[in-house]
């Protein structure tokens, strides 16, 4: 069955250049172009995933997701421009899956909604290994290994890891990061990341001064690498 | 709490506040010496060289040797200051160069007798105040002091020698110092040394010394000195408990609060708590307290506390004055609340009478005053004559004519007597004379009123007593009734003139508080500072008579901001006057310590939040100083002109956030709409190129057709964009070159609806133009650009149908496009012309780029024309954008 998607976006030619690309990828395609329409056809066309531009012309795009997320669990993308990273942060808080930023390219574009698609039919959290570039991570056993050698993570490194692991190909925010590994209480010390992320590129990187696996997301928050 | 315990151990704040206040500044060390010749010069100069010869760097800023070789020998090898010579009523005085001391600016400098007066044209009078500039300039000081010569000790050392110290030094100073060395050699040692010459004194006071340098006066100040050194020390060292939290064995200090009155004992009251204050190592408050509803009108007595209120500041009190119906009882309570330890005052001099009954102010506070202490200062009685003290005498010209007023009135009295006698029978006269004494004490006071009765009580017995027309009395009930007659007349009259005299006084109370009530009124009308220093500078001049400037801080230099007469030029004496009184936030000028010779007075205008400016004013009267009434006017204007200068500022300050603020937003706006602008074609374009490129050959070809379309056309919508930016930073920085040929604005209208029909195909275009349009000035090509905006601005807002019209109307050719639309709301239409401004919608989205009409009415302008905007135009619909340019007459076809 092709995967339907809906965007929603009131600028004309971002549908027009969106349609087509989708169509040719072989997904159906839903417009709409404003929040009240996007929310109805959430509610009553089952889209397998939204692409949702934040500046609507009746209501804001953070109330489309906030709504939205009341009723639904499909993936949902943001399309943002960058200087407004406030509003980013904040719909990806809001449960936004990940981000693109305009412009982008059509490549990009789509491998982010392949990589919502698949966690969304793997069932999300129950993502428990993870393989790429050397990298071998059991969540389960709490194995990590670095080119067959195992790696000894401390016990909040290796929570931080199994956080982008799960979520891994998408991004995560510092602030979901930091209140799920140490508490809500700690939510926006950023600086303890840092610390921590550096820490963990310097066990599991091939290059920790070059990282190729755990990528910052300038502003936002961090996102494990992962292959298609 | 536990987690406090340390706390108790802390450095006392204010204690580490004052050590760091003395960083940066200059220390002070004074030799402070019994009596002149005990060798405190010698001191100064031996340890200067000792200093020298570990290399630091110290000058000499002046010395006096006397004449005496031991001294000059100590100056050989250093560095002397050369000395301002100045010319003083013919005589050559030699003065130490501040200024040359302040340019040399060594780490140290010995400047010797700190107590000595400098010469007029100086900028202080003092010396002290010079030390206290060079300390202000972070250089050291060394100095020496004669015990004799400290205020708080003027009147003890007066009593004890007899000599009238003329030359004193603030206590603070001597308090402030870093170090204070006593140089102390016995008396007898001293007259020895005098008596071997080897004390030089002047030849002129040399009389006057003989009784000075007694061995008993020697004594005196001897003791004097060590007292003082000595409670230096302990200050000294209970600083330094303090500083380094060490548990101290001082206990909470005593607190002193000294009551002064108008009486000429507040002086010494004063002084002696001073050394009372000093010795107890306690902080100290005087305090003047007025009976509400018998506030004092004397101007002398008001000028009395004033004076003794500002001693008590120079010898470090604060200062306060209370009102309250009960004096005592408010004096009480306020000792209560400020947790005062002990009560100074002086002896009041109440009526004898109260005094007797234990009425008076002084017996009534011991009374009460349970749990404080009270100090009473016994001072020698006035030297006022009884009789002065309970009748003020009047100004001399208002005394004589209350006298020749009351002569008048008695002969008056005498006539009317005299015809009164003719025609009836009365059986006593003295009724008349009575009208005349209470007329003269209505009109003249007391003074006329007293002398009117004793005139009454002669005339009324030459005149009407028998035997008349002598001045003996026959019938001894005669006696009676006139002796009655005199102290009815004398005290009717006494209690009438006082009851005058006070409501003078009331009256001209009330003329100041309406004449300052006006001026707050005029100042809180002016809300801008111009408007303000001209209300205060109009008012002062009206009120002081003299000159007035206000001078206020501008790019970092004082500048003359309002002046009345308003073309003054000050002089460079008044500036730096005006300078002082702003950096040091002191009086400065006529009067006063600093340059005391100009003719002006400097002030500062001091808020809370520090000094805002200076005012300047010339006194009435040069010779005399500002009396105590017009000192209290001039304060009081002063401090409301300061509050409302203050007030200008800020409310200055806050136009200019608030507009700052505006800014910001509009910025804020600006950008991202710009953004969005830019971002949107960038967007599809890169979007569908890639798509094109990456999944080109999935797709149908009508859909690879659009996409490629759809880039073309995202590109024409960025250029125009740029380009319009373009345009408008053009306009904006004045490189657009307009052309002012001479157009026809027919051809351009044509030739703009042309454009627009191939542009804007869904568009309908009606064109209604006058015949015969004159030409205008003008450039053919933008105007056609500016009609094909207004069009395009027509398409995007306005139902798909345009007009545009052209028409004379008067001298002007008026080009307008109406387009059918919704309209603009009125509270927009100012706006529309401003950049990035879009119908309403400052996300923009579908709406055009914001900047068509700011664009055209740039143009419009560039080209001498002006453009507004209607709405609704027709049928409460649409809007009419409307272009007038000045038509060119022309004569016989051609331009004239």
Not at chain 1, 123 to 151: M, N, W, Y
Not at chain 2, 375 to 398: E, G, K
């Amino acid at each position: 069955m092709t995967a339907r998607v809906l965007v929603v976006d009131d600028e004309a030619p971002i549908q027009r250049f969106l349609r087509p690309a989708l169509v040719a990828s072989g997904y159906d395609v839903l417009q709409a172009e404003t929040g009240r329409q996007a929310l109805h056809l959430i509610a009553t066309a089952a889209p397998d995933i939204v692409v949702l531009d934040l500046g609507l012309p009746d209501m804001d795009g953070k109330q489309v997701l906030a709504e939205a997320r009341r009723f639904s669990q499909v993936p949902i993308i943001i399309l943002s421009a960058r200087d407004r990273e406030v509003e980013k942060i904040a719909a990806l808080d809001l449960g936004a899956d990940d981000y693109v930023e305009k412009p982008f390219g059509i490549g990009e574009f789509m491998a982010r909604l392949r990589t919502a698609l698949r966690h969304r039919a793997k069932g999300g959290e129950d993502i428990s290994r993870f393989e790429a570039d050397g990298l071998t991570v059991d969540l389960d056993r709490r194995l990590v290994s670095r080119d067959g050698k195992p790696v000894r993570l401390t016990p909040k490194e290796f929570e931080l890891l199994a956080i982008l692991v799960r979520h891994a190909g998408r991004v995560v925010t510092h602030r979901q990061i930091l209140s799920q590994v140490w508490g809500p209480a700690h939510a926006d010390d950023t600086q303890y990341l840092r610390v921590f992320v550096g820490q963990l590129r310097a066990k599991i990187e091939p290059a920790p001064e070059t990282p190729r696996l755990v990528l910052t997301e300038p502003g936002v928050g961090y996102r494990l690498w992962a292959e298609e | 709490m536990a987690t406090d315990v340390n706390d108790d151990r802390r450095p006392d704040p204010d204690a580490l506040l004052a050590l760091t206040a003395k960083e940066g500044h200059g220390k002070l060390k004074v030799f402070l010496g019994a009596a002149p010749g005990v060798g405190k010069t010698f001191a100064m100069l031996q340890g200067a060289r000792r200093l020298k010869a570990e290399g630091v760097d110290v000058v000499i800023g002046l010395v006096e040797t006397h004449g005496r070789a031991e001294t000059a020998a100590l100056l050989a090898g250093l560095d002397v200051l050369a000395r301002r010579t100045t010319a003083y009523r013919d005589r050559q005085i030699d003065e130490f160069d501040l200024d040359a001391a302040l340019k040399r600016k060594p780490k140290l400098i010995v400047v010797d007798e700190l107590a000595h007066t400098n010469a007029p044209d100086s900028r202080h009078p003092k010396r002290w105040q010079d030390v206290a500039e060079l300390l202000d300039a972070g250089i050291d000081v060394w100095t020496a002091l004669n015990i004799q010569h400290l205020e708080s000790l003027a009147d003890v050392v007066s009593r004890v020698t007899g000599v009238q110290v003329r030359e004193t030094v603030p206590d603070m100073v001597l308090q402030t110092a870093e170090d204070v060395v006593l140089v102390d050699i016995t008396p007898d040692e001293l007259i020895e040394r005098l008596n071997e010459g080897k004390v030089y004194l002047p030849q002129t006071a040399r009389r006057a010394t003989q009784n000075f340098f007694t061995r008993g006066n020697l004594t005196a100040l001897r003791e004097l000195a060590l007292r003082r050194t000595a409670d230096r020390v302990d200050d000294q060292m209970v600083d330094y408990l303090r500083q380094n939290a060490i548990e101290g064995p001082w206990e909470t200090s005593d607190y002193l609060l000294v009551c002064v009155g108008g009486d000429d004992q507040a002086e010494v009251v004063v002084r002696t708590a001073g050394r009372l204050a000093t010795r107890l190592n306690a902080s100290w408050i005087t305090v003047h307290v007025e009976r509400s509803g018998h506030e004092e009108t004397n101007p002398a007595k008001l000028k009395r506390v004033d004076d003794a209120l500002r001693l008590a500041d120079r010898l470090g009190s604060q200062i306060q004055r209370l009102a309250g119906l009960d004096p005592v009882a408010e004096v009480l309570r306020y000792a209560r609340r400020e947790n005062v330890t002990q009560i100074v005052m002086g002896r009041s001099r109440a009526h004898p009478l109260w005094r007797l009954m234990g009425a008076g102010f002084t017996d009534r506070l011991v009374r009460r005053a349970s749990d404080v202490a009270v100090h009473v200062v016994n001072s020698p009685d006035p030297q006022t004559p009884f009789v002065r003290r309970i009748l003020p005498m009047p100004a001399p010209r208002r005394l004589g004519q209350g006298l020749i007023a009351a002569a008048v009135a008695v002969a008056a009295a005498v006539g009317v007597g005299e015809i009164l006698r003719q025609l009836l029978v009365l059986p006593n006269l003295s009724m008349v004379f009575l009208l005349a004494v209470l007329a003269c004490a209505a009109t003249y006071g007391p003074v006329s009123a007293i002398a009117a009765s004793l005139l009454s009580f002669v005339a009324f017995n030459f005149f009407f007593i028998p035997p008349l027309y002598t001045l003996t009395v026959a019938e001894p009930q005669e006696l009676l009734s006139l002796t009655v007659f005199l102290i009815v007349a004398v005290l009717t009259g006494s209690l009438a003139g006082r009851a005058h005299d006070r409501a003078q006084a009331v009256r001209q109370r009330a003329l100041d508080t309406q004449s300052l009530y006006e001026f707050s009124r005029k100042l809180a009308g002016a809300a801008k500072l111009d408007e303000v220093l001209w209300a205060a500078a109009t008012h002062l001049q009206k009120t002081q008579g003299g000159p007035i400037v206000f001078l206020m801080p501008e790019e970092g230099e004082l500048q003359v901001k309002t002046a009345w007469p308003p073309d003054q030029d000050l002089s460079a004496g008044e500036v730096s006057a005006a300078n002082w009184a702003f950096s040091k936030h002191e009086i400065a000028g006529w009067r006063t310590n600093t340059l005391p010779n100009l003719k002006k007075q400097f002030r500062p205008l001091r808020t809370p939040r520090g000094t805002v400016g200076v005012v300047g004013f010339a006194p009435k009267d040069a010779e005399e100083p500002i009396s105590p009434e017009d000192e209290r006017a001039l304060t009081a204007i002063l401090e409301q002109t300061a509050i409302a200068i203050d007030r200008a500022i800020l409310v200055g300050e806050a136009v200019r956030a608030a507009a700052l603020e505006d800014n910001e937003k509009l910025r804020t706006i600006l950008l991202s709409s710009l953004s969005h602008d830019l971002r949107t074609p960038l967007s599809s374009i890169t979007g569908a190129v890639t798509s094109l490129r990456q999944l080109g050959d999935k797709m149908p070809a009508s859909d690879r057709q659009d996409l490629l379309a759809s880039i073309e056309e995202e590109a024409a919508r960025l250029s125009g964009f740029i380009a319009n930016l373009l345009d408008m930073s053009r306009i904006e920085s004045g490189a657009l070159k307009v052309k002012q040929d001479y157009i026809d604005p027919t051809d351009s209208i044509r030739a703009a609806v042309e454009r627009g029909r191939r542009a804007l195909p869904a568009q309908k275009i009606e064109t209604s133009i006058a015949r015969d349009l004159p030409f205008v000035r003008g450039d053919a090509q933008l105007l056609e650009q500016v009609l094909f905006n207004l069009l395009d601005n027509a398409h995007k807002h306005g139902g798909g149908s345009a007009i545009v019209h052209a028409r004379m109307e008067g001298t002007n050719v008026v080009i307008s496009v109406t387009d059918e639309g919704p309209g603009i709301k009125p509270t927009d239409l100012p706006r529309i012309f401003e950049k990035f401004y879009r119908g309403g919608r400052t996300d923009g989205r579908k709406a055009g780029t914001g900047l068509g009409l700011s664009i055209s009415k740039g143009l419009v302008e560039a080209m001498g024309g002006t453009i507004e905007a209607q709405s609704p135009a027709i049928r409460r619909r649409g809007t009419r954008i409307l272009m007038r340019f000045p038509a060119v007459r022309m004569r016989e076809g051609h331009p004239a």
